[in-house]
């Protein structure tokens, strides 16, 4: 790229030979001038890819990252409008006849390599682009995939307290009946028998759900 900048330079010493030359010179530079364009918007969403997946962080940039994909798009539309143009500008350079004279033969083979060269840095601009587009909807994917992550760990660790403290709401419910014959509803060890069982039936489920790593986020 910085080699057909420097022949761009070297070129543009001398004034154009030709309107078709002319022409070449402007897109050239038209292509040119979105190198600056490219590297802010690259700059951009590698800040947006950042935060996207900072698990710490609560994203809320979605306008920015809207407005950046869709200058992307627009880039790459013209991009390939431009090189649509390049390319029938090639083959119309083609078809054109013959030149008796060397030095015309010798100019159309300057505009054909010129051509050729802007040609290809349109379609480095438009790989580029395409690559920035992947990136940044690659980055999206992930973002929700690690929300989606968090919260089934959320929910994972909610349904296994739930599910602790479900036998121990069905001890206290047993025993809050309202029935004179209850076992141990008059006797004074019944509140630590009570107790007793609802701190062993409630360590022992923890201890088989932390032994299924169901209350873990990393298995082995």
């Known amino acids: 790229m910085a080699g057909g900048g420097a022949a761009d330079g070297r070129g543009s010493a001398r004034l154009p030979t030709s309107p078709a030359d002319l022409m070449l010179r ?58 649509s143009a390049v390319q029938e500008w090639i083959d119309a350079l083609d078809e054109w006849p013959d030149e008796a004279a060397p030095q015309a033969r010798r100019e159309r083979e300057l505009l054909r390599v010129r051509s050729r060269d802007v040609l290809e840095h349109v379609e480095r601009v438009l790989s580029h682009v395409r690559r920035l587009e992947q990136n940044a909807g690659t980055a999206v994917q992930m973002h929700f995939s690690a929300l989606g992550q968090r919260t089934n760990a959320i929910m994972r660790t909610l349904t296994v307290l739930t599910a602790v403290f479900m036998p121990l709401n069905l001890i206290t419910g047993f025993f809050g009946m309202n029935f004179d014959s209850l076992p ?37």
């Open 184 to 220: 141990l509803i008059h006797s004074a060890a019944g509140v630590w028998v009570a107790i007793a069982s609802m701190v062993v039936v409630g360590a022992g489920l923890l201890a088989v759900f932390m032994r299924k790593r169901y209350l873990g986020t990393q298995g082995r």
């Open 26 to 83: 402007m897109v050239n530079h038209m292509v040119d001038s979105y190198l600056e364009l490219r590297r802010l918007l690259t700059r951009q969403l590698a800040d947006l890819q950042q935060q996207l997946l900072d698990p710490k962080s609560r994203f809320e940039d979605w306008q920015m990252l809207i407005e950046s994909r869709n200058a992307l798009h627009r880039l790459e539309d013209t991009c390939e409008d431009q090189r």
